[in-house]
Antibody, heavy 117, light 106 residues
Framework: QVQLQESGPGLVKPSETLSLTCTVS????????WGWIRQPPGRGLEWIGH???????KYNPSLKSRVTISEDTSKNQFSLKLTSVTAADTAVYYC???????????WGQGTLVTVSS | DIQMTQSPSTLSASVGDRVTITCRAS??????LAWYQQKPGKAPKLLIY???SLQSGVPSRFSGSGSGTEFTLTISSLQPDDLATYYC????????FGQGSKVEIK
């Protein structure tokens, strides 16, 4: 069974960089698509971006200038960096696996990141 | 980019009712559409993929239909456990989620 686990600081200061890592077990990140999705408190889901094909990436155009998603296949992890954060970036951040054509079938439990001084 | 519009944003129905949620894409996405159920404090759960394929383990009262730009999620007989928010998601290139439909039990 595929398991995903987000890790990283729960509090980030405004203007700094949010960094999260997703550790995957039960599947190799060298195949399928691996994404980041966030959900501000009380609001809906927002796709941030995903990585696939050994390093190819796609990003939400509204966040593209601030987002980098990368992978470390030796650790079976992929990571999110979001620069110049503001309070609007406060959200639960999820990592998830998308099998081709099937959708996001596996999710991490989510981690709340608060942007505050 | 492709926009997804879901309706209604909230609905209230009785146990046993048939419930339908609609999702409209701003351009054709063929059948590259998924539906998710999210309960409070939990990660979303995949219900339907490729517009109409039922994910393994999901009760058969859930079904999906549509192609192109118009899609529906139907719960044939609403159960108390179905209290949740439902999201559509297109995965034709970039990904986009609908704004969600909250299902309440009368």
């Amino acid at each position: 069974q595929v398991q995903l686990q987000e890790s990283g600081p729960g509090l980030v200061k405004p203007s700094e960089t949010l960094s999260l890592t997703c550790t995957v077990s039960g599947a190799s990140i060298s195949s399928d698509y691996w994404g980041w999705i966030r959900q501000p408190p009380g609001r809906g889901l927002e796709w941030i971006g995903h990585i696939y094909n050994s390093g190819s990436t796609k990003y939400n155009p509204s966040l593209k200038s601030r987002v980098t998603i990368s992978e470390d296949t030796s650790k079976n992890q992929f990571s999110l960096k979001l620069t110049s954060v503001t309070a609007a970036d406060t959200a639960v951040y999820y990592c998830a696996r998308h099998s081709y054509g099937i959708g996001l079938g596996s999710w991490g439990q989510g981690t709340l990141v608060t942007v505050s001084s | 980019d492709i926009q997804m519009t879901q309706s209604p944003s909230t609905l209230s129905a009785s146990v046993g009712d048939r419930v339908t949620i609609t999702c409209r894409a701003s351009q054709s996405i063929d059948s590259w559409l998924a539906w998710y159920q999210q309960k409070p404090g939990k990660a979303p759960k995949l219900l339907i993929y490729k517009a109409s394929s039922l994910q393994s383990g999901v009760p058969s009262r859930f079904s999906g239909s549509g192609s192109g730009t118009e899609f529906t999620l139907t719960i044939s007989s609403l159960q108390p456990d179905d209290l949740a928010t439902y999201y559509c998601q297109q995965y034709s290139g970039h990904w986009t989620f609908g704004q969600g439909s909250k299902v309440e039990i009368k």
